[in-house]
């Protein structure tokens, strides 16, 4: 897991690892900007290509600027340095990097009144604010932006988009640098994971810059990003002796006659996520296509579904995927409410606790799933992600129940404070059905004993890398192909 930090600690991290390596922060700006140039020299080999690197007069600009001296002594000629300073000073570090610029022979050109900038580069370099950032860009500077963004150039930013605050994005329109790419240092930032930072980047990369982890690490902070060798110690291989009592048995309600392939898809997910056995509570219209598709799933008699004491044999009780939300849908949602157990619940389940506004009768260690309207319609309305995942995060300790945020970057949200960021999932996943999948998935990590958290920060990554698995070969994946990728996906994580 990665600690994800402000700013403020990011800076601090700066200083801690200079004192501690005994170190100048002039050193750390220059290997920040070595790694900076290896990472550009793997994108844009072709060293004719003509690259104009816009630096601001802070530390991005100093970066900026030694970045211009590396890329000409790697040997790329047609570089442009122009230098926005319509306020402010100029930071220590950015001034020894322009003595050294004009050193290396390059004369930057100052842009201190707003006016048209050459527009003619393929590449530009966006170095005029990272994360020192603090209010939204001026006039002059939002017009500066406005300008390298018509240029139609392929944008590198460092550090951080000119525009977007580190932590949260700043309210209304994005009006700085939109990036192709932002190689970052050391962490990705917290408004990376935050969907309004699209407009200002297409992808990120991270740099290790040689920043003291262990210092990063003791940092508190309310995003953790998930990584693979979470997985690793997380998951539990199939154990010795054991059989299909040993890994639980996993209770499905879900479906109605119209939405029948949204309870297929969540049990086809239980399955192969090792549940020892998976049972759909589904409307009996259903029960052939069930029987045809996946004859290892068992079916509920609709009769069973009016008595709680008949639900006790289950180790883990989901509802939601294709439900319904109408008044026999309800009577099974607030069956299981009232046994008092922990519930998942996803999707129409959702809908219906929260126009019956139930949701102050789900028992402690329940497992919400909502994506953004589901998660806007039960917590009420937010005006932006940073809003929202504030609320979560309020809403999972206040409740004691975990809610998975879905989004390109889900988040786990257990009680606690702290979000646990998924960094798997590709846009060849956002396909109807592919929530069903999800939450089979997690209907069969808690059958089989994990713990709320450990089941949502499993499932979540196994899903997500399924999908980019296959995401690598297609266009477009489909929940079902999802779903039948688990096994394998578990497998390379227990054995990476
Ligand atoms: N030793 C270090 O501190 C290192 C810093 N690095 C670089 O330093 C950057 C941070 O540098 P700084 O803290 O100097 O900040 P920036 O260079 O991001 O911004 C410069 C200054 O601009 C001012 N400002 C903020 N918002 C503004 C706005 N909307 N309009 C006009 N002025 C505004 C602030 O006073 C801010 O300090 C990082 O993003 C990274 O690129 C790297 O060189 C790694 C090492
Ligand atoms: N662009 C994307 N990148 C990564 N994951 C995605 C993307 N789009 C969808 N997903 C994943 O697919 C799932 C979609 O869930 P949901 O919206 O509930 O789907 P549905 O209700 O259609 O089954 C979530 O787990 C989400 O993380």
Redesign the pocket.
């Known amino acids: 897991m990665q600690t994800i930090l402000t700013a403020q600690q990011m ?1 601090l991290a ?1 200083e801690h690892t ?1 004192s501690q390596r005994s170190i100048s ?1 002039l050193t ?2 220059e290997e ?2 070595r790694a900076f140039v290896n990472a550009f020299l793997a994108c844009e080999a072709d060293k004719k290509v003509s690259i104009h690197v816009f630096a ?8 900026g600027l030694a970045i211009a001296r590396l890329l000409q002594a790697e040997g790329y000629p047609g570089l442009q340095v122009s230098i926005a300073a319509f ?2 000073r100029q ?1 220590a ?1 950015f001034s020894v990097n322009l003595a050294r610029l004009k050193e290396a022979g390059i004369e930057p050109v100052w842009i201190t009144v707003p006016g048209r900038v050459p527009d003619s580069s393929a590449v530009v370099i966006d ?1 005029l ?10 006039e002059n ?1 939002n017009r500066l932006a406005a300008q390298i963004n018509h240029m139609g150039a392929r944008v590198y930013a ?3 988009p000119s525009g977007l605050a580190s932590e949260r994005p700043f309210p209304g329109e994005y009006n700085g640098v939109r990036a192709l790419r932002t190689f970052t ?1 050391q962490r990705p930032k917290r408004s990376f994971f935050l969907p309004e930072s699209a407009a200002a980047q297409q992808a990120f990369e991270v740099l290790d ?1 040689g920043l003291d982890e262990r210092f990063i690490e003791s940092q508190h902070s309310d995003m953790v990003l998930l990584e693979p060798e979470d997985m690793r110690s997380l998951l539990r291989p199939r154990k010795p002796f054991s059989h299909k009592g040993t890994y639980g048995h996993a209770l499905l309600v879900a479906g109605s006659p119209a939405t029948m392939g949204a309870a297929l898809l969540a049990a086809k997910g239980c399955l192969n996520a090792g549940a020892g056995l998976t049972t759909l509570a589904i409307p009996a219209s259903g029960l052939t296509a069930l029987n045809t598709a996946l004859p290892e799933v068992m079916a509920l008699p609709e009769a069973e579904m009016a008595n709680a004491a008949g639900l006790a044999r289950f180790s883990v009780l989901a509802a939601g995927p294709g439900l319904g939300t109408d008044e026999s849908a309800a009577a099974k949602v607030n069956l299981l409410l009232t046994t008092g157990r922990p519930l998942l619940l996803d999707a129409d389940a959702l809908n219906i606790l929260a126009d019956r506004q139930w949701l102050d009768r789900l028992p402690c260690g329940s497992v919400l799933t909502p994506h953004m309207k589901e998660f806007d319609r039960l917590f009420g309305p937010a005006t932006d992600w940073n809003e929202r995942l504030e609320n979560a995060l309020g809403q999972a300790t206040a409740r004691k129940i975990t809610i998975v945020l879905k989004n390109q970057y889900t988040f786990v949200v257990p009680p606690g404070g702290r979000a646990f960021v998924n960094p798997t999932g590709d846009p060849a996943m956002a396909q109807g059905g592919m929530g069903d999948v999800l939450t089979g998935i997690l209907a069969a990590l808690l059958a089989q004993g994990y713990a709320a958290d450990d089941a949502c920060k499993i499932g979540c990554y196994i899903h997500g890398a399924a999908g980019m698995r296959l995401a690598s070969q297609q266009f477009v994946v489909s929940a079902s192909a999802v779903a039948a990728e688990i096994p394998a996906v578990l497998k390379h994580c227990l054995l990476n």
């Open positions: 800076r700066d200079i922060s750390l700006m920040a900007s601001g007069q802070g530390n991005n600009g100093g970066d306020t402010g930071s570090d170095a604010f990272g994360s020192g950032l603090n209010r939204p860009l001026d500077y460092v550090d951080v240092f810059i």
